[in-house]
């Protein structure tokens, strides 16, 4: 087997008959096979999965969890992937859909005449359920190699979109930091450039759907518990790497923490934010002017600030006044 593409879903009726239509449709002159990983959902989606399931009885796989299996899809991932047979893995949303059918053959080309890269990903066109103008992921100017060293930097890993993604199945087995992730994709990135160079092929091939129910809107950057999440996950990265890129990721994690003095749980909460706003100074070094605005807003007492502020403005004034009289 060739490929395995897994297609991840939960409560997708709206859009998984799309998906594997999209899936089916591929050309290839190689077996593929199709193993469609179900988080319990109970909107439908397992019903549609079935019927395509007995359709194409030599294609499609069910993985039929019994129960939720939780950590935001990530644990009915891994179990799919592991019951994948193929030497590639390509990646699929159940809200998504693929738009090229010779997708699968393009990728799979690419990574059989490129034997020391272990990823591809490829261009895709996003589209929002709100109606906001669609757009493409990747630039005109998108590099056509990247590394672990490019993956590694002070924001988020954002420009491979998943369904756009194919790589060698050579992870087994998952760090323990990994499961405790709710983001699977930006530490599998990490893991598999660990492997080799990641290549990208300039065509749009797929479609990302931006919609309520995708996993993309279960990111809270003012939830507490989602940065502490974040947190853990980069310093598992630093763990990971052997600490070779440090400095960058303590930068990293030091955004979550400037995050967190603005999170819902922690805005109010005084000697709690004091001792965030301390670890974001040490990890993030910012310059003067950053400091500056911490300290005054998230080290200084509320009273003390407010006095502060008070006998600011009145100096002003003063020099002000001073300065028409002369």
Request: hydrophobic content about 35%; some cysteine.
């Amino acid at each position: 087997m060739k490929v395995s593409v897994c297609i991840i879903t939960y409560n997708q009726a709206k859009f998984i008959r799309e998906a594997i239509d999209s899936v089916v449709a591929q050309q290839t002159n190689f077996p593929f096979e199709v193993l469609i990983g179900d988080d319990f959902s109970t909107d439908g989606t397992r019903d549609i999965i079935r019927e395509y399931a007995a359709r194409y009885p030599d294609l499609i796989r069910p993985v039929l969890h019994p129960h939720n299996m939780g950590q935001n899809g990530l644990f009915n991932t891994l179990d799919t992937y592991k019951q994948a047979r193929g030497a590639y893995i390509a990646a699929m949303d159940g809200d998504d859909y693929w738009t090229d059918p010779l997708k699968l053959q393009k990728q799979a080309d690419f990574l059989d005449a490129h034997p020391d890269f272990s990823t591809c990903y490829h261009n895709a066109l996003i589209t929002y359920e709100d109606g906001s103008p669609p757009h493409v992921v990747n630039p005109p100017d998108q590099a056509p190699v990247s590394t672990l060293e490019d993956l590694i930097g002070e924001d988020e890993i954002w420009f491979m979109a998943t369904s756009s993604v194919m790589f060698r199945h050579v992870i087994r087995d998952y760090p323990q930091w990994f499961l405790k992730s709710v983001s699977g994709d930006i530490p599998r990135y990490v893991l598999l450039a660990k492997h080799g160079k990641i290549g990208y092929l300039p065509d749009v091939m797929s479609v990302y759907r931006k919609n309520t129910g995708g996993t993309s809107y279960t990111d809270r950057y003012d939830d507490a518990r989602f940065l502490k999440n974040r947190i853990e996950m980069y310093e598992g990265i630093n763990q990971e790497l052997d600490y070779r890129f440090n400095r960058q990721l303590q930068r990293n994690i030091a955004r979550y923490y400037k995050m967190m003095l603005r999170s819902r749980q922690y805005r109010n909460q005084y000697f709690s934010r004091l001792l965030l706003a301390v670890k974001y100074l040490y990890l993030a070094r910012p310059d003067w002017q950053e400091r500056k605005t911490v300290i005054y807003e998230d080290i200084l007492p509320p009273g003390l600030s407010k006095a502060y502020s008070s006998l600011a403005i009145g100096l002003y004034r003063l020099r002000k006044s001073l300065s028409a009289k002369t």
